[in-house]
C-alpha cells in the first residue's frame, strides 16, 4: 500500500536477526523505523533493542534500562570492542534455573548472569552486532566466520532475497562455508558472481565455497532458520 494509506508510526522485528538491507528497504518503503531487539525466555524480557530515534540497521541495539551486557571468550574474559564473544545479562526479570535440568542450569546460570548462547560483538558506540549463535558459528582455515555476517552481505545484492550459511565437512575432513539463495523472483545471478560480490566486501577468507539456489528456506513457525535441515546429507555438496 501506498504510505499515505498506512496509519503506522512504528515496527518491530523478530524471530531472526534483521539484516542492515532488509531494514533499510523496509523504512525506505514504508516511510517508517523497524525496530530490532533480542529477548529470551531466560529473561522474560527484551534486553537488548534499537529504540526510536535511535535505530543503527545491522546491528540489535543498545542495552535496556535495567539489564547489563557483557561479552566474554572461551575463559569467561571480557572481549575488547570489535571481537566476538558470547552474550552474557544481567537483569531483574532472570529466571533462576531449568526445573529438572541441573547441567543446562549450571551452563547458562552463572553467578547472576544468564548466557544466551548467542555471539555479539560491540562497537565503539555501544552498539551490538549479532555474529551467530555460538554452535553456529563456523572455523574455516583456523579462523572463525560469522554466518549471519555472509548472509546480511549476500541480502544486499539486488537478485537475493534471503540466504542462509552452514558449514559442511568435505572428504578431508575440513569445514567449507556453504550459502542457501533464494532470489527475488524473476532474478538471476550466477554462484561466481555472489561469490565476487561477497569477496569485494568482507576479508576473502569469509566468502562461501559453495552456493546452491533454492525456492524457500527452511524456516520454524516463528520464522527461525532451521538450519540443522541444511546441514543435512541431501543438502550437502552435489
Known amino acids: ?48 533493542s534499537n529504540r526510536p530515534g535511535q535505530v543503527r540497521y545491522g546491528t540489535t541495539g543498545w542495552p535496556v534500562e535495567g539489564y547489563a551486557i557483557e561479552l566474554r571468550d572461551e575463559e569467561n574474559s571480557p572481549v575488547p570492542d570489535g571481537e566476538p564473544g558470547d552474550l552474557f545479562i544481567h537483569g531483574p526479570s532472570s529466571a533462576l534455573m531449568y526445573w529438572g535440568n541441573r547441567d543446562k542450569t549450571r551452563e547458562t546460570f552463572q553467578g547472576g548472569w544468564t548466557k544466551s548462547g548467542d555471539k555479539y560483538v560491540r562497537g565503539a558506540d555501544g552498539s551490538y552486532t549479532y555474529s551467530g549463535r555460538s554452535d553456529d558459528m563456523l572455523k574455516v582455515s583456523g579462523i572463525y566466520v560469522s554466518p549471519f555476517e555472509v548472509e546480511a552481505t549476500l541480502a544486499q545484492h539486488p537478485a537475493v532475497l534471503e540466504a542462509a550459511v552452514v558449514g559442511l565437512v568435505d572428504a578431508d575432513g575440513l569445514t ?63
Open 1 to 48: 500500500p501506498d504510505r499515505s494509506e498506512l496509519a503506522l508510526r512504528l515496527a518491530s522485528s523478530a524471530g531472526e536477526a534483521l539484516p542492515a538491507e532488509l531494514g533499510l528497504r523496509f523504512s525506505a518503503h514504508f516511510g517508517i523505523e523497524l525496530i530490532d531487539g533480542i529477548g529470551s525466555t531466560e529473561l522474560l524480557h527484551i534486553f537488548l
Open 176 to 238: 567449507k562455508t556453504k550459502a542457501f539463495v533464494v532470489r527475488k523472483s524473476g532474478a538471476k545471478v550466477s554462484e561466481d558472481e555472489l561469490k565476487s560480490f561477497v569477496k569485494d566486501r568482507l576479508a576473502p577468507y569469509k566468502y562461501p565455497r559453495l552456493i546452491e539456489f533454492i525456492e524457500d528456506l527452511p524456516k520454524t513457525a516463528t520464522g527461525k532458520i532451521q538450519r540443522f535441515k541444511l546441514r543435512a546429507p541431501a543438502a550437502g555438496p552435489r
